[in-house]
């Protein structure tokens, strides 16, 4: 079994920057995804960008050039870097391991 905890969350103003960390523990595959989904009070979760094992990355056009992902696979640890942060941002934000085991969440909060 898999576990995922999310820590990095907090509030920020306009502008502003946040890592996030997902960190995963447990009967972990050699090789694995981990997928970054957010939602929004009120909508539905949406997806972020997803990391590869080799590293390669995809993001949604929402913050491309905004946010950076990497992973240290000796401790199982992706980070997602959050640049000039908007309120839009605002969100609960998920890490996944292969889209299927979730964690519970990091609240950030973008505001003035």
């Known amino acids: 079994q898999v576990q995922l905890v999310e820590s990095g969350g907090s509030s920020v103003q306009p502008g502003g920057s946040l890592r996030l960390s997902c960190a995963a523990s447990?009967?972990?595959?050699?090789?694995?995804?981990i997928y970054w989904y957010r939602q929004a009070p009120g909508k539905q979760r949406e997806w972020v960008e997803h990391?590869?094992?080799?590293?390669?990355?995809a993001f949604a056009e929402s913050v491309k050039g905004r946010f950076t992902v990497s992973r240290d696979n000796a401790k199982n640890t992706v980070y997602l870097q959050m640049n000039s942060l908007k309120p839009e941002d605002t969100a609960v934000y998920y890490c996944?391991?292969?889209?299927?085991?979730w964690g519970q969440g990091t609240q950030v909060t973008v505001s003035s």
């Open positions: 447990g009967s972990i595959s050699s090789i694995y995804n």
């Open positions: 996944s391991y292969n889209g299927v085991v």
């Open positions: 990391i590869t094992w080799g590293g390669g990355a």
